[in-house]
């Protein structure tokens, strides 16, 4: 060694030390302790099943526990208040749904997905079924629309509240092959099925696990699915997009966020083991159990669904007047 590069090498030394020490402890041991997964419903259901699937593949990755934290109310916004208040340091998670992404658009609220949320990833995605009433003359979605268009304001449609996605998205269908129908509103899809049984509701959309035993059992005539491709458990029903509304594309999703300024190399470090838990066939077969596609993205792109979807949704509610009530 040379002498010039020997005076050199306890500067080297030093500066090393510095960079090791200026590096935040959180990213040389993270996660040092449990992490809390909050989750906008109660416990049973969509975004539960899904949370707890990842909790438990992440648990098993981490070495700590990823404890899960159910606090339904005000259609998620009681569980978002809690993660845009908590530090940002990856111990506090929100599992959020498009759902969260409409309410600010209905009601005030405190929170703001783009201001109060680092977006880490999408979870899932889920196509709704679109379902008719068998005492129904039609067998197809151009039939439908067919029957609607030569009786205006004669059919109606059942949704789980004014303001819900289900409501919205049949506001965009309508919209779209401009037809005239009633909008009748129910605390939840299950308390609908029997008017829709009885004909007195003549169609809805609902998700695939509610609805796939009344499509096996004739008690609802299946005509698509609202997502942009088929569903494997309902593989020979087309698209909407396919039967006649080109286009027309809607998902139930869910996504994870961590409250704003949470590190980026913690964003990213949690992007990558939540798609690793996505991709693997435990998880995947839990989620896929659910009615949902596992997913995974980066937090980019969560970040531009989260606008389009806003955007989407607001137009839609503008066009069709629609207020929030809760």
Not at 86 to 111: C, E, K, M
Not at 157 to 185: C, D, N
Not at 246 to 273: C, D, H, I, M, S
Request: aromatic share 8%.
């Amino acid at each position: 060694m040379s002498a010039l590069s020997a005076s050199r090498f306890p500067f080297l030394l030093l500066c090393a030390a510095l960079v090791a020490v200026s590096l935040p402890a959180h990213s040389q041991q993270y996660p040092a302790k449990p992490i809390r997964l909050i989750i906008p419903t109660a416990a049973g259901g969509g975004p539960d099943t899904i949370g707890r699937a990842i909790a438990q593949k992440l648990t098993d990755d981490f070495g700590q526990t990823v404890v899960v934290d159910n606090r339904p109310g005000a259609s998620g916004a009681i569980a978002m208040d809690l993660g845009r208040l908590a530090a940002p340091d990856g111990y506090t998670l929100n599992i959020f749904s498009v759902s969260q992404v409409i309410r600010p658009l209905l009601f005030q609220v405190a929170y703001d997905l783009a201001r109060d949320f680092a977006p880490i990833s999408q979870l899932s995605a889920q196509s709704y079924v679109l379902m008719t009433t068998p005492s129904l003359p039609v067998k197809s979605v151009s039939e439908l629309i067919a029957y609607a268009r030569a009786n205006p304001g004669k059919l109606n449609y059942a949704s789980v509240g004014q303001g819900s996605q289900i409501h919205l998205l049949t506001e965009l269908f309508r919209s779209m092959t401009k037809i005239e129908v009633v909008h009748v509103p129910y605390k939840g899809i299950a308390a609908a099925y029997p008017d829709l049984f009885a004909g007195s509701i003549h169609f809805t959309f609902a998700g695939i696990i509610s609805a796939q035993p009344h499509v096996k059992a004739q008690r609802v005539r299946a005509l698509a699915v609202s997502g942009p491709k088929r569903m494997k458990a309902l593989p020979d029903l087309p698209t909407v997009s396919e039967a006649g509304v080109p286009g027309f594309a809607v998902t139930q999703w869910y996504g994870l966020l961590a409250p704003a300024g949470t590190p980026r190399q913690t964003v990213e470090f949690l992007n990558k083991q939540v798609n690793s838990a996505l991709r693997h066939p435990e998880t995947a077969g839990r989620i896929a159990a659910e009615g949902s596609e596992a997913i995974g993205s980066t937090p980019d792109q969560l970040a531009a669904l989260i606008k389009s979807e806003r955007a989407k949704w607001e137009k839609v509610i503008k066009a069709a007047g629609i207020k929030g009530e809760d």
